[in-house]
Nanobody, 119 residues
Framework: QVQLVESGGGLVQAEGSLRLSCAAS????????FSWYRQDPPKPRELVAS???????DYADSVKGRFSITRDSATNTLYLQMNRLTPDDTAIYFC?????????????WGQGTQVTVPS
């Protein structure tokens, strides 16, 4: 099992910045990628950014140039630096980890942290 605990959410004015953190613990051996997702109900959950264990990153078009995903392998912590926030970034942000096997995979979710950017 892998436990993921997010922190760093809050209320921020438009054009402001926030940094989210996700502390990973438990059996993280074999985890190939970590990601941040977000959901603003009733919209579906969407992928924001991902990073592999070789530090290859990928971003949703809506956040490219504004958000940056990084990880600290020494402390097993995932980060999401969010700059130039807009009201459209308001959502619950979830940390996600995935471990691939030959024919299936395990995935793990954090409990989420709320980010609110008032209009």
């Amino acid at each position: 099992q892998v436990q993921l605990v997010e922190s760093g959410g809050g209320l921020v004015q438009a054009e402001g910045s926030l940094r989210l953190s996700c502390a990973a613990s438990g059996n993280i051996f074999g985890i190939g990628a970590f990601s941040w997702y977000r959901q603003d109900p009733p919209k579906p959950r969407e992928l924001v950014a991902s990073i592999t264990t070789s530090d290859t990153t990928d971003y949703a078009d809506s956040v490219k140039g504004r958000f940056s995903i990084t990880r600290d392998s020494a402390t097993n912590t995932l980060y999401l630096q969010m700059n130039r926030l807009t009201p459209d970034d308001t959502a619950i942000y979830f940390c996600y980890a995935r471990r691939d096997h030959y024919t299936n995979y395990d995935d793990y979710w954090g409990q989420g942290t709320q980010v609110t950017v008032p209009s």
